[in-house]
């Protein structure tokens, strides 16, 4: 039988989601809810479109329900609350605020019989996973998580948001040689500005001041002043053709030493390179929204993250096949 | 309260985790079953070496036992006849094998309460964890397992067994051809030739007739015939100072495709570099040694693979210190 699946929220996220539906034919999608008028919204595959007001209704007919709103003003209500009545798949990311996340979502899904995924996705997600396997088998060890290439997209916000400009990108990269350096299992200290470098394309309002505009990238706070920062100023035209994706990935690597006197380096490795980064992120949440529903069937109810669920739960293969096929 | 912890068979893989249990405070060793006469086995820390014909009276002693014999004649009946006093661990790697020795060695645990993990290690293991991962994220994906740099000790066997021959070391290489073509997503169909290489280090005998003995690795069936090999002869001298390493690694690569056309192509890459093969291995075997004894203290009995853990069972930090640190 079909996992029925609902999302909830319709931007990218939402998108890539209804996209990975469509490529695992275990799923059947019910709907997606939105807070917007539904007659408005146009989808990518025509699905069905609800008001968030009637999710209530579906109580029955959903068995997961991925919930595709952001992480600072969305998710830390949503997802208690729909957990309440549904089993639910979340992508909160603000490393920071996760463990007070969990435990809301914890005591709501303990309390009504749901199960429910939270902090999905890449990173937090699978840079998470690998982060744990890597430092519980080595464990003398240290590892470090670059990012990207890719786009940012509070850093492209953030330098909107200055006088002038109208449009701009800003892309994460990782250094080359910190990464080489640790790839070397050197496992060096490195400063924020020595692991990577911000790249940003700006496109400026006629007869702005883009050397003030320049300055003032470089120099904010949290966002940019801790890195080497590159800008360029760019016509609108350009931005639309070469930066109109939004592609990420990056790495987590680890590096230990093992024998009688830590005389051999092991270096473990992990890394992705996204075209586009909600759509990996919503593929890993199709993959949990799986995991959560065979959970909530053999009752394993309350919060979970990618920490705590068995990688063949993931997998549509049957155990047997896992083991014939993969192991 | 530490784990007490069991290392049965005594050769690198032992070795391998007698030193990794230096590195994991909550271990405690209790001693090591040698088939060998115990006074005549001298240990890298000291530690207590006891008969393997004793070890039904380290019963009640013992949380988990590390078996470190072969997979070709040792496991297959070793881990089924310790499995009935005792939870254990093994790297069990005869990948056509796999579902028979389970199946054998969950039926033992099941009426014995025990609890076993088979099969672990980095391949069978590390990179098994990585193609069911990547597999079950992106459903129109394909990955590929690439092995080396690094010894094969079956091949290195295989030749040694050649007339003439005194000595030798065989390394399997990916072809970085083949490699780069993946990571670009082609997704290509490999023949075997076409992923690795194989190098063989080769020490004859006085006046043995190396022509004779080239041409009988290069047709060797199985091991070499299909395989671009190169053979090089050196001196004894020169095998033990530039080859007596036991490096290996290799890795696992998968890309897909996402998208409402499938337009975005995802790269995930995995990848080892292991100074010493034994050594990382028995390095996976006490961590899953650490799930194993938590799992059966949960009364989770049965046969388990890395597949059925769930990851926070390999740390020992707790699952709020996990999601506060590692999230």
Redesign the interface.
Same mark, same amino acid.
């Given at each position: 039988m079909s996992i029925r699946l609902g999302i909830y929220g319709y931007g990218n996220l939402g998108r890539?989601v209804e996209?990975?539906v469509k490529?695992?034919d275990d799923f059947e999608l019910v709907g997606i809810f939105t807070r917007r008028d539904p007659s408005t919204v146009k989808t990518?595959?025509n699905s069905s479109v609800y008001s968030a007001n009637d999710i209530l209704s579906f109580k029955d007919k959903i068995d997961v329900l991925i919930i595709c709103g952001g992480s600072a003003t969305d998710l830390p209500y949503q997802t208690p609350e729909l957990a309440k009545n549904f089993s639910v798949v979340d992508s909160f990311d603000t490393?920071a605020k996760?463990?007070e996340h969990?435990d809301n979502v914890n005591k709501i899904c303990l309390e009504s019989s749901t199960t429910a995924l939270i902090?999905g996705g890449w990173d937090?997600g699978?840079f /998470?996973?690998?982060?744990?396997?890597a #430092?519980?088998?080595? =464990?003398?060890s240290k590892y470090y998580t670059f990012w990207g290439k890719g786009v940012s997209q509070g850093h492209s916000d953030a330098i909107r948001r200055i006088d002038g400009v109208l449009d701009a990108k800003q892309y994460t990269i990782p250094v080359e040689d910190a990464l080489n350096r640790v790839?070397n299992g050197e496992n060096p200290e490195l400063s924020t500005r020595e692991k990577h470098i911000r790249e940003c394309f700006v496109v400026v309002k006629d007869g702005a001041d883009k050397e003030r505009i320049e300055n003032e990238i470089k120099t904010m706070p949290n966002y940019f002043a801790d890195y080497d920062t590159i800008v360029h100023f760019i016509s609108k035209e350009e931005l639309e053709i070469n930066h109109s994706g939004i592609p990420h990935g990056g790495f987590v690597i680890c590096s230990g030493k093992?024998?009688?006197n830590l005389?051999?380096?092991?270096?473990?490795?992990?890394?992705?390179?996204?075209? /586009?980064n909600p759509?990996?992120t919503? #593929?890993?949440l199709v =993959?949990y929204a799986?995991a959560i529903s065979r959970l909530n069937k053999e009752k394993a109810y309350g919060c979970k993250?990618?920490?705590?669920?068995?990688?063949?739960y993931?997998?549509?293969l049957s155990?047997?096949d896992?083991?014939?096929t993969?192991?």
């Open positions: 890539g996209c990975a490529q695992n990518l595959f490393h996760i463990p969990f902090s937090p699978m /998470s996973l690998n982060r744990l396997f #430092s519980s088998v080595l =464990a003398d790839r093992t024998g009688k005389e051999n380096t092991h270096v473990i490795e992990y890394s992705l390179k996204l075209d /586009s759509e990996f919503s #593929s890993v =993959a799986r993250t990618v920490f705590d669920i068995a990688p063949s993931l997998s549509k155990p047997e896992l083991r014939k993969m192991l």
